[in-house]
């Protein structure tokens, strides 16, 4: 009989990580590393494991990650939604706890385009009337 595995996408600004789970003892593997030896600081490994301390479920699936692009803030969060969006292939029981503590929502911020004639998105270069 083989394990189910379960599939979840997250993004967020420029990262894009890609989540498979499956039935395990709670390893989490980031680009072939572990998850706090590749995030480097621990609030971001606290911000990955925030779904599953939501459901109780630390220890009871092991998670590998392809993440790209951006970085490691927006990494993290992306993968966050990604491991939430598996989860919920695991049981829709768990959809009510994580759409109350916003972990299904895709944070929709992104970087604002740079303008012509200005120094960035919304600084201008300063004005002298003479």
């Known amino acids: 009989m083989s394990e189910a595995t ?12 890609r989540v498979f789970m499956s039935p395990g003892k709670g390893d989490i593997q980031v680009n ?21 301390v939501a459901i109780e479920g630390e220890k009871a699936y092991s998670i590998k990650v392809n993440v790209n692009g951006g970085g490691l803030t927006g990494q993290a969060g992306a993968i966050r939604l990604g491991i939430s969006r598996a989860l919920l292939g695991v049981s829709d029981d768990y959809r009510s706890i994580l759409k109350e503590k916003g972990f299904l929502t895709r944070d929709a911020r992104k970087v604002e385009r740079k303008k012509p004639g200005q120094p960035g998105a919304r600084a201008n270069f300063q004005f002298s009337k003479r």
């Open 6 to 17: 379960y599939y979840g996408t997250g993004r967020r600004k420029r990262s894009i990580a």
């Open 32 to 52: 072939g590393q572990p998850f706090r030896d590749y995030l480097c600081r621990a609030t971001l490994a606290t911000v990955v494991l925030q779904p599953l």
